[in-house]
């Protein structure tokens, strides 16, 4: 395949048993590269070579590791077959060499007072990655937009590199036992059986840096995931060459022990540093996604000192060249640490990089009389730019860390480039998250979106207004390809039901009654979140009586489809989980509330694009964001949400509904949920029920179609994640890599 002129190349090592024939041979670098994921051809291509294979494990490096050799000499008889893998060859070939161009090429950035700017390699950090559900290295939203992030970043030609942990358990797999009563299980994944690859070095090994910790150095290992034009470098300490207690470091997503944490957030940290250098690959400025990777900046400085640059001057190149999004005013996802803890770990590191204790100490402190070190102080002290993923978002957290900017702003209020970010009323600028679009279409919308936007259309999102001709499409076709994707939901939420009864030992006339289940007609409302407890998943249940009016009305069926997973050492969220699963069991609702256990992107996927309704009801202003609203608004469902995280900025009056205002509010909590548990009610019982049932002759519900075409032109572009990563790249990628240090000091 032909070098691509953005991001780097990064060598690779084989790993997998995988025998092609030759003619057949670029089914390797497809499976390796996860293009494949948003790519629909592509995955219909490798569906093909072994349909239960694919079904099975959805991974091309398994499929093409199975597949017996006399296997071969078929499908190099299938002209069809072989006619569709020359396509797909192809499409990754061009797309790889950025034929065609790409939005980045086409740019013309301005830097400091009106120069020319440019962008140079930017470096993204981030715990988690959200690529695909064959790739359990997420665990929620931060790594679903981690993910999202990397593919519009290849898609739109950005010189990028991503690094993140590769976890031998990823995150746990949930099962519900038939108490309500949630369980975890954490499946040991053999990467030589995924889409990942070792980096290779000149000399043709693998490629290891070390990482000091107290009395020894932890091993670790580079993996590389292809994410079309964009490589993503995996950290791995589960080797035999390290200390026992060493190999868990990337054992699970968000391990519970604190010092096992920081010592995890450390190597990802201090290693992305270390493994980028050790592959030669440079960045201009870093993005520092979530403070999780933070202990980044210790290893950047120490870099930096010892090329004996003054340490003044290094501290202000580290900041200068820096940007960090906070994603949660939520105080659990800002990680803090014992101070004692953190001296034994970065107390070598900092000495190195000329920081002393207490000034390393001063960095992490949040406030003036706090007694623990914060990673998001850390990265705000040490960037020059920071934002958050919402409007309100950006206000409240501005709110939180503005002290912080106070500290700093004669050092930051020097520079030009950083425009409004150094408004000393809101130090914290809003990015606001969105989606990669492809990656979250249905196959009958996307379908739709070619026949009537043209097969290039992913080009109008980043148009204001790209997407008006939506209002093309007629309403029976856009209504039929709505159906259609319900109706795989429905399929789905039928099987995995089923699947869960039998585990809890029902008998085969309850598990026939499954068949019953899910009305393809019916009102279908999703809600799939994290099951944290200001996410208030059980706002619809607060009057129980109005619920199973709304419910069971034979008339007017709705039904209700809930996932997600409470994290392992969250109590609360977990009984949150147990009373809807014994709500669902309850005789008079069975069959209109469902819960499908362990939620991952292929359920996120099945559930965004079949419902009509998005349910969202987060306590304001927690949500920071948001995204698996974007993804349905995207399928043309309607949201019906809190003000809180995106949707203030999404929500117009007629793309979908907003329970509840946008003011501050002085209700205690239980007030504030009675007045929005009411809220809700009444649109459910005003709106949104009359709006689905109001459907002609042909059963195609004129008035509520228009609101999707409405809701899927409105949000569509303005919540894509190429917008996003455009606007990072205004906003911070070029004014991080052009700046030069100005003469002053880090806090
Ligand atoms: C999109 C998505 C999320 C994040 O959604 P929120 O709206 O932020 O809760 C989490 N998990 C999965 C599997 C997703 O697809």
Request: charged share 25%; with cysteine; hydrophobic share 40%.
């Amino acid at each position: 395949m032909q070098a691509r002129p953005s991001a780097p190349l990064i060598p690779t090592l084989h790993v997998a048993d995988i025998e092609l024939p030759r003619e057949l041979e670029a089914l390797y670098e497809l499976a390796y590269n996860l293009w494949w994921s948003w790519t629909p051809e592509a995955r219909q291509l490798f569906a093909s070579i072994d349909p239960r294979s694919w079904a099975r494990y959805r991974n091309p490096v398994q499929l093409l590791i199975n597949v017996e050799p006399k296997h071969w000499y078929a499908l190099l008889e299938d002209e069809g077959f072989l006619r569709r893998y020359q396509r797909v060859v192809q499409e990754l070939d061009d797309y790889l060499a950025c034929r065609g161009g790409t939005w980045f090429a086409r740019q013309q950035f301005e830097g400091q007072d009106g120069a020319p700017g440019q962008m140079g390699l930017s470096a993204y950090v981030s715990m988690e990655y959200g690529l695909h559900e064959s790739l359990a290295i997420y665990s929620g939203g931060l790594g679903i937009l981690s993910g999202d992030h990397c593919k519009s970043a290849s898609d739109l030609g950005l010189p990028f590199v991503a690094v993140g942990l590769l976890y031998r358990r990823g995150y746990f797999q949930q099962t519900i036992d038939a108490e309500g009563i949630q369980q975890h299980i954490y499946p040991e994944y053999d990467f030589s059986r995924l889409p990942l690859r070792p980096i290779a070095s000149a000399t043709g090994r693998d490629v290891r840096v070390q990482v000091a910790l107290p009395g020894r150095d932890v091993v670790v290992k580079l993996w590389l995931a292809q994410v079309g034009r964009v490589p993503l470098v995996l950290l791995d300490t589960d080797l035999p060459e390290n200390d026992p207690s060493d190999r868990p470091i990337t054992n699970q997503l968000y391990v519970r022990g604190r010092e096992m944490r920081l010592v995890q957030e450390y190597v990802l940290g201090v290693g992305a540093a270390k493994a980028l250098e050790a592959i030669g690959v440079t960045p201009a400025m870093w993005h520092i996604n979530e403070g999780h990777s933070a202990f980044l900046q210790l290893e950047r400085l120490r870099a930096m000192v010892a090329t004996r640059i003054d340490v003044a001057q290094a501290e202000e190149q580290l900041q200068a060249s820096t940007a960090f999004t906070t994603h949660t005013p939520v105080p659990a996802g800002n990680e803090q640490f014992d101070p004692g803890l953190v001296d034994k770990y970065a107390a070598a590191i900092s000495e190195a990089a000329g920081l002393d204790r207490h000034r390393l100490q001063a960095w992490g402190r949040a406030r003036p009389e706090d007694d623990s070190f914060n990673l998001t102080a850390l990265a705000i002290r040490t960037a020059s730019l920071t934002n958050g993923v919402s409007r309100l978002n950006a206000e409240v957290a501005s709110e939180m860390w503005g002290h912080l900017f106070r500290e700093k702003a004669p050092h930051a209020t020097g520079e030009g480039a950083i425009g409004s970010a150094t408004d000393s009323a809101q130090p914290i600028y809003p990015i606001t998250n969105g989606i990669h679009t492809k990656s979250w279409l249905g196959m009958e919308l996307r379908e739709l979106f070619e026949d009537h936007l043209g097969r290039d259309w992913s080009a109008l999102l980043l148009e204001a207004d790209g997407l008006s001709q939506v209002d093309d499409i007629p309403d029976e076709a856009l209504w039929r390809a709505h159906l259609a994707q319900k109706a795989r939901l429905g399929a789905f939420t039928r099987s995995r039901l089923r699947h869960q009864l039998a585990r809890h030992g029902k008998s085969p006339d309850e598990l026939r009654a499954v068949d019953g289940w899910f009305d393809d007609r019916a009102l279908t409302i999703g809600f799939a979140r994290r099951f944290a407890t200001y996410k208030r998943a059980n706002l619809l249940f607060s009057d129980r009586d109005r619920l199973r009016a709304l419910l069971t009305d034979p008339s007017r069926p709705v039904q209700i489809l809930f996932a997600g997973k409470a994290h392992p050492a969250d109590r609360p969220g977990q009984s949150l989980i147990r009373n809807i699963v014994e709500l669902s069991h309850s005789e008079r609702l069975t069959g209109s509330i469902h819960f499908l256990e362990n939620y991952d992107m292929r359920m996120g996927r099945m559930l965004v694009q079949g419902t009509d309704v998005w349910l969202n009801t987060p306590r304001r202003p927690l949500e920071a964001s948001g995204t698996s609203g974007m993804k349905a608004a995207a399928n043309g469902a309607l949201n019906l949400s809190i003000l809180d995280g995106w949707w203030p900025e999404g929500f117009d009056g007629q793309n979908g509904w907003a329970i509840g205002g946008d003011g501050d509010s002085n209700l205690d909590d239980d007030a504030q949920d009675a007045a929005d548990a009411a809220a809700l009610y009444r649109l459910l019982e005003d709106e949104v029920l009359p709006g689905y049932y109001d459907q002609d002759a042909a059963g195609v519900p004129r008035a509520w179609v228009a609101r999707m075409k409405h809701a899927i032109k409105t949000l569509t572009g303005a919540f894509s994640a190429d917008r996003m990563v455009r606007d990072y790249v205004e906003r911070a990628y070029v004014p991080c890599s052009g700046r030069r240090s100005q003469p002053s000091s880090v806090a």
